[in-house]
């Protein structure tokens, strides 16, 4: 262990603006310890030593991602060996694992050529965890994997041809966030072709005779349209061009080609299947309700099947159509109500591959077989070494806020996670990121140990503008209207005030990113009702934060939360930053974040600490330099979650 003294770099701003400085009382020295630096956390363990121990166990599950099919119906999966998650396969129900990736870095995404005479496959790592994601490629058998793209530019969205001999994929400048669409062989040795030049956009799916590509582009988490680019030509064609907003979820070409399944909210206030026949243009509602949101789908190789996942109340419904037929299929029921993702079918479409999580079960794979129309688990995830018995599942309730709908006073969805014991439990109140994502209740193996090791009552609600409740619900908490969501959040506290379950003097908020920002936010409007705040990678300074992001999003970032160029824009950005609300902050604080991230730049983290410590307030302090805007490393997530027991314990 090494110990340095980080107080000269975060003062060196007011040193450099002529301010004196001077280490308050309260400063510790920092602790480096490899790539993790502790600054201000105090090396004296509030938690015992069981509780150490126990948290260990419950940090040490895993899960399982499911990936897709190999061209041989082996199952892909992801799953954490080590420090980070590894590619491995699967040959049977429940059968050994077989690692195929050992390079020591994340694993975001990976894919087997669905060429059958090709054993091969290409994923994308990232590894410094900093969005600067390369695409690789290896064959079943060789040690080591080739590296496709410069290292120098992002890779994303790579997916494999129909004939699986090339890889299409998107590339983004690193420095300037120009965007291009490029091609490769992996088995040829040329470099990467361009496709389309100047164009940011995500390749969705290739047609069947691989002369066309379906591409999404993106103007914000709100606005994107779909395009077909004719690879001979370079000419691209919107398919159903429309004056009207919404976001696309995914699409693919129909198996013969003349027409495109997609996903969308655009003509109406939830997500639904749609079809349109490119020839004609006629169109087809393939979902049968306008209530909910069509979540993901997956079509067959040979256009038989077609399968979709919709959110039913927080509990995924897995839904089958025999497209030839034109029927609705009964699958089995799912285990357990719970998230379902990554569907895919095998090169027969004759099974469906899909992950299920729940609230007291990590991922796991499983594979419907349409013939025998039986559902089986292909692995069995380790909870960690516990009672699961034990955990806890949550139960879904709702709040009054502070506004009114259609004369009544309007609820939020709220999730409660509570203690075997009575009340009154101190609470943890966690904000989900976004602002256009939600709190959905799948495995959790920190929230399990809050509840069950510590005590406390967790609260996640799902505030105006969270995701999966329409359009109109998301927009409330867009523009000017922003700090609307951090009043439900003051309303939230006012509501569980008056609940006897809950300890109101004891209440501690967290967040990551945006949900790291109203964390913070919720300690400048409701301090004296809080005893603390965690935030990771948080948003402190919304002007800097829309300036200052990676170039690629930085116009959906001004899209979103406003023109920092503009005056007005830039003076409300001004008001609702924590930064420039930092003497309203009073409680401790604990800040995680990590050096590599391009999303929010670390500076937002050093200048809001150096702002707080400069007024005598408490700021643990943890930083990775081996991490971006998440820990993806198991270790350094272990010593974030550490360092967040701790802070809970401290505060109490």
Same mark, same amino acid.
């Given at each position: 262990?090494?110990?340095?003294?980080?107080?000269?770099?975060?003062?060196?701003?007011?040193?450099?603006?002529?301010?004196?400085?001077?280490?308050?009382?309260?400063?510790?020295?920092?602790?480096?310890?490899?790539?993790?630096?502790?600054?201000?956390?105090?090396?004296?363990?509030?938690?015992?030593?069981?509780?150490?121990?126990?948290?260990?166990?419950?940090?040490?599950?895993?899960?399982?991602?499911?990936?897709?099919?190999?061209?041989?119906?082996?199952?892909?999966?992801?799953?954490?060996?080590?420090?980070?998650?590894?590619?491995?396969?699967?040959?049977?129900?429940?059968?050994?694992?077989?690692?195929?990736?050992?390079?020591?870095?994340?694993?975001?995404?990976?894919?087997?050529?669905?060429?059958?005479?090709?054993?091969?496959?290409?994923?994308?790592?990232?590894?410094?965890?900093?969005?600067?994601?390369?695409?690789?490629?290896?064959?079943?058998?060789?040690?080591?994997?080739?590296?496709?793209?410069?290292?120098?530019?992002?890779?994303?969205?790579?997916?494999?041809?129909?004939?699986?001999?090339?890889?299409?994929?998107?590339?983004?400048?690193?420095?300037?966030?120009?965007?291009?669409?490029?091609?490769?062989?992996?088995?040829?040795?040329?470099?990467?072709?361009?496709?389309? $030049?100047?164009?940011? %956009?995500?390749?969705? !799916?290739?047609?069947?005779? &691989?002369?066309?590509? =379906? *591409?999404?582009? #993106?103007?914000?988490?709100?606005?994107?349209?779909?395009?077909?680019?004719?690879?001979?030509?370079?000419?691209?064609?919107?398919?159903?061009?429309?004056?009207?907003?919404?976001?696309?979820?995914?699409?693919?070409?129909?198996?013969?080609?003349?027409?495109?399944?997609?996903?969308?909210?655009?003509?109406?206030?939830?997500?639904?299947?749609?079809?349109?026949?490119?020839?004609?243009?006629?169109?087809?509602?393939?979902?049968?309700?306008?209530?909910?949101?069509?979540?993901?789908?997956?079509?067959?190789?040979? $256009?038989?099947?077609? %399968?979709?996942?919709? !959110?039913?109340?927080?509990? &995924?419904?897995?839904? =089958? *159509?025999?497209? #030839?037929?034109?029927?609705?299929?009964?699958?089995?029921?799912?285990?357990?109500?719970?998230?379902?993702?990554?569907?895919?079918?095998?090169?027969?479409?004759?099974?469906?591959?899909?992950?299920?999580?729940?609230?007291?079960?990590?991922?796991?794979?499983?594979?419907?077989?349409?013939?025998?129309?039986?559902?089986?688990?292909?692995?069995?995830?380790?909870?960690?070494?516990?009672?699961?018995?034990?955990?806890?599942?949550?139960?879904?309730?709702?709040?009054?806020?502070?506004?009114?709908?259609?004369?009544?006073?309007?609820?939020?969805?709220?999730?409660?996670?509570?203690?075997?014991?009575?009340?009154?439990?101190?609470?943890?109140?966690?904000?989900?990121?976004?602002?256009?994502?939600?709190?959905?209740?799948?495995?959790?193996?920190?929230?399990?140990?809050?509840?069950?090791?510590?005590?406390?009552?967790?609260?996640?609600?799902?505030?105006?503008?969270?995701?999966?409740?329409?359009?109109?619900?998301?927009?409330?908490?867009?523009?000017?209207?922003?700090?609307?969501?951090?009043?439900?959040?003051?309303?939230?506290?006012?509501?569980?005030?008056?609940?006897?379950?809950?300890?109101?003097?004891?209440?501690?908020?967290?967040?990551?990113?945006?949900?790291?920002?109203?964390?913070?936010?919720?300690?400048?409007?409701?301090?004296?009702?809080?005893?603390?705040?965690?935030?990771?990678?948080?948003?402190?300074?919304?002007?800097?934060?829309?300036?200052?992001?990676?170039?690629?999003?930085?116009?959906?970032?001004?899209?979103?939360?406003?023109?920092?160029?503009?005056?007005?824009?830039?003076?409300?950005?001004?008001?609702?930053?924590?930064?420039?609300?930092?003497?309203?902050?009073?409680?401790?604080?604990?800040?995680?974040?990590?050096?590599?991230?391009?999303?929010?730049?670390?500076?937002?983290?050093?200048?809001?600490?150096?702002?707080?410590?400069?007024?005598?307030?408490?700021?643990?302090?943890?930083?990775?330099?081996?991490?971006?805007?998440?820990?993806?490393?198991?270790?350094?997530?272990?010593?974030?979650?550490?360092?967040?027991?701790?802070?809970?314990?401290?505060?109490?």
């Amino acid at each position: 262990m090494s110990r340095s003294f980080l107080l000269s770099p975060l003062a060196a701003p007011l040193l450099a603006a002529g301010v004196a400085w001077a280490a308050p009382a309260w400063s510790a020295p920092a602790i480096v310890r490899g790539n993790l630096v502790l600054d201000g956390i105090p090396e004296q363990s509030a938690l015992t030593a069981d509780k150490i121990d126990k948290l260990d166990a419950y940090l040490s599950a895993r899960e399982a991602r499911p990936q897709g099919f190999t061209a041989k119906g082996q199952v892909l999966i992801a799953t954490r060996f080590g420090e980070v998650d590894e590619l491995h396969l699967i040959d049977q129900p429940l059968g050994a694992l077989r690692q195929i990736t050992f390079i020591r870095d994340p694993v975001l995404r990976g894919a087997f050529s669905p060429d059958p005479n090709r054993n091969a496959f290409f994923y994308l790592a990232d590894s410094a965890s900093d969005g600067n994601a390369q695409l690789y490629y290896q064959r079943v058998g060789e040690p080591t994997a080739r590296r496709l793209t410069d290292a120098k530019s992002i890779a994303g969205g790579a997916l494999w041809s129909s004939s699986g001999h090339e890889i299409a994929f998107s590339v983004i400048a690193r420095d300037s966030g120009s965007c291009d669409i490029d091609i490769i062989d992996p088995d040829s040795g040329a470099l990467p072709r361009l496709a389309a $030049g100047n164009e940011c %956009a995500d390749p969705l !799916d290739w047609s069947p005779d &691989d002369r066309k590509l =379906l *591409l999404r582009r #993106r103007v914000s988490a709100y606005e994107e349209s779909l395009y077909i680019l004719d690879l001979a030509t370079g000419q691209k064609r919107e398919v159903e061009p429309s004056a009207a907003k919404g976001a696309i979820a995914n699409a693919k070409f129909s198996r013969d080609g003349t027409g495109v399944y997609f996903i969308s909210n655009r003509d109406g206030d939830h997500a639904r299947l749609r079809y349109v026949n490119l020839f004609t243009a006629e169109k087809s509602d393939i979902s049968s309700r306008s209530d909910v949101d069509v979540e993901q789908f997956a079509l067959s190789r040979d $256009g038989h099947y077609l %399968a979709y996942v919709t !959110d039913e109340g927080g509990a &995924d419904k897995l839904n =089958l *159509l025999d497209l #030839r037929a034109h029927q609705d299929l009964v699958p089995p029921r799912l285990p357990a109500p719970g998230m379902v993702d990554s569907l895919s079918f095998d090169p027969d479409g004759k099974r469906l591959l899909f992950g299920l999580a729940t609230a007291i079960q990590p991922r796991d794979a499983y594979v419907l077989d349409f013939a025998a129309n039986r559902l089986e688990p292909w692995t069995a995830s380790e909870p960690g070494p516990l009672n699961r018995t034990k955990f806890v599942l949550p139960r879904l309730t709702q709040f009054p806020t502070f506004d009114r709908l259609d004369g009544k006073s309007r609820e939020l969805p709220l999730y409660i996670y509570e203690p075997a014991s009575p009340g009154a439990h101190p609470v943890l109140i966690v904000l989900h990121d976004g602002p256009d994502a939600r709190f959905r209740p799948t495995f959790d193996p920190w929230i399990q140990y809050v509840v069950n090791e510590l005590g406390f009552a967790v609260l996640a609600p799902n505030v105006r503008g969270s995701s999966g409740y329409g359009k109109t619900f998301g927009a409330l908490a867009r523009g000017d209207q922003r700090e609307d969501a951090i009043k439900d959040i003051g309303a939230l506290l006012v509501w569980l005030a008056l609940d006897s379950r809950f300890d109101k003097t004891h209440v501690i908020v967290s967040g990551a990113g945006y949900g790291g920002y109203m964390a913070l936010a919720a300690l400048v409007n409701y301090g004296e009702r809080l005893r603390g705040a965690v935030a990771m990678a948080p948003i402190t300074d919304f002007i800097a934060f829309v300036g200052s992001t990676a170039p690629e999003t930085r116009g959906a970032a001004r899209e979103e939360y406003g023109d920092e160029r503009d005056a007005d824009d830039r003076l409300f950005l001004r008001r609702i930053s924590p930064l420039i609300n930092a003497e309203r902050i009073t409680r401790p604080v604990l800040i995680a974040h990590g050096q590599n991230d391009r999303g929010v730049p670390l500076a937002q983290s050093d200048q809001l600490v150096l702002r707080l410590r400069v007024r005598n307030r408490t700021v643990w302090y943890l930083k990775a330099t081996d991490e971006g805007g998440s820990f993806a490393r198991w270790q350094n997530r272990e010593a974030y979650y550490r360092a967040f027991a701790e802070f809970l314990s401290s505060v109490r």
